[in-house]
Structure formats: structure tokens, C-alpha cells
């Protein structure tokens, strides 16, 4: 029989996992290749499948030596510095730990699933040595995951929404369909992603501010897994306002505009707000480091609006967005087409160029050539905006993950509020990546957990089921 013609609610699945993004079809496959019977719902069409996992280009990756794909090595040590660095430690110690150690094995267990991987691309975010990319993006790569698969007889179902989880105290007995359908499995594994794409939820965190967000990615995911499992006791992890947030640019669509909006330009001009003021220091440091808090600056700022404002030679320091910058030959006319006050951008300007010091700055390394005198501060790569044409990138914050979900422990098992362990509920990917990245964010983690938590779950599942697993 064609899998398309099974019945789904008339069928016992052994594993129902809810999402075909990378943490979905990483359990999927783990179980599958334990010979569990395996159903994948996806409230997306087809061709929109892979939620987020479309939009990425890399995943982290520890490594004691060079490997095919990444070179010299990055350390366990080094890897959990920088996870404690951004999250400022907040992360669940033994989780992160387990993960990024079992991060080593993602690039072979993918690539033996048909992912190709290719050197890094250059450009402003540096990761060659950190971060494995895929040849031809996440959608080559999810589309290598699904081809596999299929062919390990995994059953998938496209324009299916999951709308309830139908708990009984932390068992999952089923889950109901949009169009009021049951489905049974004797094992569920939610990878549903987060609700990025909830504006009104975000708004419990971020008030009428979220409305004026920009989704960078899938518009499925909208929490309703999450809020099914959360409303029926289920332990949360995360606060409702951390996310991963960039500055992109404001006519990016509302939706699945993925990572050619972003906009780079920030460390070689100003940044202004809508009253043509500057409110954070753009040279704080490497681009890297800095491009994930931008979504938040400008989140805050009135109307959720910000203008990088650069000239002619700061325009050729930083990879261009795939929106035509706005340029005009003076400031005062850039500032009209801008919707900005000439006066006042005139005058933010001028300020900042005589605070400058003396000329060149050097992008390549912190160079410490900052302004005096202004609040705030630019503290490297201070050059003056003087040469025309000048141009101005508008930016709004672009919301890329949410980090509130579900607690899971070492078997990607989720935890009921007292802390016990549900029976047959996993999670794995944006659910339940609050338990790693309490805040902040690292390049190429999303996926790492994903991947991991992935195979835990379909892992845990199938050994549940007594099934062989060599996970
Ligand atoms: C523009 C962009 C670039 C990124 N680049 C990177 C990168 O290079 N490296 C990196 O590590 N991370 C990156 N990320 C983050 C990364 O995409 C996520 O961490 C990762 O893809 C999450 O995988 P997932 O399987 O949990 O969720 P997803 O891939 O989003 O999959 C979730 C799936 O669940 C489905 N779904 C949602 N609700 C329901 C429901 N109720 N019923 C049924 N199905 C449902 C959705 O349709 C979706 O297909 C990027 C994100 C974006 C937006």
C-alpha cells in the first residue's frame, strides 16, 4: 500500500512525532531505524515542510581534531565557555554539558542519513572553525532527512495541525487533529518548534511591541503544542520574553523572510530611532558576537523602528542586504526619504563625526578607535560619515526562535510539574531548547539541540518499546 493511502487515525502507531523539522525528522529516524512504526504530522504544506530548519545554514559542533567538515578543533571546554558566556549562565549545567558533547557525532549521523556538508562561506559571521554547514542550506538538508526517511517507511502527513495533546495526568492518550480527528501512538515526541510566530503570545512578554515583529521564519510555528502540554501541567522552562532576535530589514515580508534581511551594516555607521538619536554603541564588538542583540535594542525602541545610517565607504565594509539600500547625496535628503528629521539626523551626525579620532579604523580587529564626548559611546571602528552617497537600511526586530518550552531531562523525556518524568512524552528542538539557552544566543546551536534531543527522543522512545536501538 501507498503510504498516502493509510489511514492515520484508524492506524496504532508505535512513535507519532509532531513537526518535520530537523528535531522531528532526527527522531523520526532514530526510531524508524529501530523498527518502531513512525508517523510524522506537520501542520505545513509539503513544500513549506521543515519549519525553521528551511532557513539554517549550520550547526556547532565540538571537535578534538580536524574532520572532513570543520577544521583545527574546538573543545568541550571551549564550547561550554561560550555557551556560559551568552547565556550568562543560565542553562541546565548536566543538559548543556551532555549536549554539546554529543554534538561531536551530529556531522557523521547525518551525513551517513545522505546530508552533504561544505567549507564554510565567507562573509561576517566567521564560524569555519566552530560550525559545520550544509551543502545547499537546511532545506537540502531536510530534504536528505526526509528522502532517507521515507525509505525506512516513516508515514508523513502534510496540512496536518495538531490542535489539542490529549493528556491524563502527564500519559499522552492521542492527540486531536484541526479537523477534530484522533491520532494514537504509544509514544509522542513533540518537536512542534516554539511560537515565534504567535504575535499575541509573544505580546504577554513583549506587550503591543510584538506586533510590530517581523517572523524570520516558519508562520506554522504558533506554540499550539506548547500551550497544549503548558495548560495540562507540564513543567515550563524559560521566560516568556527570551528569544532569538536580530535587526533585519524593515521591508523583510512579516513572514519566512530567512537570513538574506539581515542587516550587517551596524558596526560601521550609527544606528538612529525614529527621533534620528543614537541608543546603543555600535562597535561594541565583532559583528558575531553583537548581531543577535540588535533585535532587542530595536525592539525597544519607540515604534520598534531603527535606521542604520552609513556613507559610501562604510557601505563596502559589510555584506549587503537583499533589499537596495535608500541613498540619497546629502544626509538632509537620505533623512526625507527616511521619514526622519533632517535637522536632528544632521545634528546626531555631525556630533558623531567630530567625536571620531583620527582615521583609519581597522574592521578586522577591535581597534579601540572610538569616539569621546558622546552618550553613548561607539568604541571601535568610529570613522565619520562624510562621503556621499549616503545610504539608510530601516530595521525592525526580527524574531527568530522563542526559548519558553518544556523541561525535558537526559532522556528527552518531558517533565510534569513536580519534576517526574511523563510516560510516553518526548521533546526535542525550539520545545524545549529554554533548558540550554536560558538567554542569548550561540551560532549554530539551534540545530545542535535539535539534532541531539532529536535522537534522544526517537532513541528513548523505541528502547521504550523494547526495540533495538543502537542509540
Ligand atoms: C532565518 C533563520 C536562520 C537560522 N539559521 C540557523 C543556523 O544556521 N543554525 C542553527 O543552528 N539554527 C538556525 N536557526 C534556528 C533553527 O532554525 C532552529 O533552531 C531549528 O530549525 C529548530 O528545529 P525544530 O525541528 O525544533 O523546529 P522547526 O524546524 O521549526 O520545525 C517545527 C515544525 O513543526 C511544525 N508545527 C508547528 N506547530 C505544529 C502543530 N500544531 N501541528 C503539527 N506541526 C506543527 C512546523 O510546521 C514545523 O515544520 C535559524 C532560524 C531562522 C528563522
Not at 11 to 32: E, K, P, Q, S, Y
Not at 66 to 80: G, I
Not at 254 to 277: C, E, L, Q, T, W
Not at 434 to 447: E, S, V, W
Amino acid at each position: 500500500m501507498y503510504t498516502d493511502q493509510i489511514n492515520i487515525a484508524e492506524t496504532h502507531w508505535d512513535v507519532l512525532v509532531i513537526g518535520a523539522g530537523n528535531a522531528g525528522l532526527c527522531a523520526a529516524i532514530t526510531a524508524a531505524e529501530a523498527g518502531c512504526s513512525v508517523l510524522v504530522l506537520d501542520s505545513a504544506p509539503r513544500d513549506m515542510r521543515g519549519g525553521n530548519t528551511r532557513h539554517t545554514r549550520n550547526l556547532r559542533a565540538q571537535h578534538d581534531a580536524p574532520t572532513d567538515v570543520l577544521t583545527e578543533s574546538y573543545s568541550l571546554d571551549e564550547y561550554y565557555d561560550d555557551l556560559l558566556r551568552v547565556t550568562k549562565g543560565v542553562t541546565n549545567e548536566s543538559l548543556a554539558k551532555m549536549t554539546l558533547e554529543k554534538s561531536a557525532e551530529l556531522t557523521g549521523w547525518l551525513g551517513a542519513r545522505g546530508v552533504r556538508f561544505q567549507p564554510a562561506l565567507t562573509g561576517t559571521l566567521n564560524l569555519g572553525r566552530t560550525n559545520a554547514f550544509f551543502l545547499g542550506g537546511g532545506r537540502a538538508m531536510l530534504n536528505s532527512l526526509c528522502r532517507h526517511a521515507e525509505g525506512l517507511g516513516v508515514v508523513f502527513r502534510y496540512d496536518t495541525e495538531v490542535s489539542a495533546m490529549n493528556l491524563d495526568d502527564g500519559f499522552c492518550e492521542g492527540v486531536t487533529l484541526g479537523d477534530n480527528t484522533e491520532v494514537t501512538a504509544t509514544k509522542v515526541i513533540a518537536t512542534a518548534g516554539g511560537f515565534e510566530a504567535n504575535l499575541d503570545w509573544l505580546a504577554e512578554g513583549w506587550g503591543d511591541a510584538a506586533q510590530n515583529f517581523l517572523v524570520r521564519g516558519t508562520p506554522y510555528n504558533k506554540g499550539v503544542v506548547l500551550r497544549s502540554l503548558l495548560d495540562q501541567g507540564i513543567k515550563p522552562v524559560g521566560d516568556v520574553d527570551q528569544c532569538h532576535a536580530v535587526a533585519i530589514d524593515a521591508r523583510a515580508p512579516k513572514y519566512d523572510g530567512g537570513i538574506s534581511s539581515r542587516i550587517d551594516g551596524v558596526p560601521f555607521g550609527v544606528v538612529v530611532n525614529k527621533h534620528a538619536k543614537r541608543f546603543y554603541d555600535e562597535g561594541e564588538d565583532f559583528w558575531p558576537k553583537r548581531y543577535a542583540i540588535w533585535g532587542r535594542l530595536v525592539a525597544a525602541q519607540p515604534d520598534q523602528i531603527g535606521y542604520v545610517i552609513v556613507d559610501k565607504i562604510g557601505a563596502g565594509r559589510f555584506m549587503p542586504s537583499v533589499f537596495t539600500p535608500i541613498s540619497d547625496d546629502t544626509l538632509e535628503g537620505l533623512a526625507g526619504l527616511l521619514d526622519l528629521d533632517p535637522q536632528t539626523l544632521g545634528q546626531t551626525v555631525d556630533e558623531f563625526n567630530a567625536a571620531c579620532p583620527p582615521a583609519p579604523i581597522d574592521q578586522s580587529i577591535l581597534d579601540g578607535k572610538a569616539t569621546s564626548g558622546l552618550n553613548p559611546e561607539k568604541t571601535n571602528w568610529a570613522a565619520p560619515i562624510a562621503v556621499p552617497p549616503f545610504y539608510g537600511f530601516p530595521l525592525r526586530p526580527g524574531i527568530t526562535f522563542t526559548y519558553m518550552g518544556v523541561a525535558v531531562n537526559d532522556k528527552a523525556q518531558i517533565l510534569m510539574a513536580d519534576g517526574t518524568p511523563s510516560p510516553n512524552l518526548f521533546a526535542a528542538g525550539e520545545i524545549m531548547a529554554g533548558n540550554i539557552l536560558g538567554q542569548g544566543y550561540l551560532a549554530g546551536i539551534g540545530m545542535t539541540i535539535g539534532g541531539v534531543f532529536g535522537r534522544l527522543a526517537g532513541g528513548s522512545a523505541a528502547r521504550m518499546l523494547n526495540k533495538g536501538t543502537g542509540e
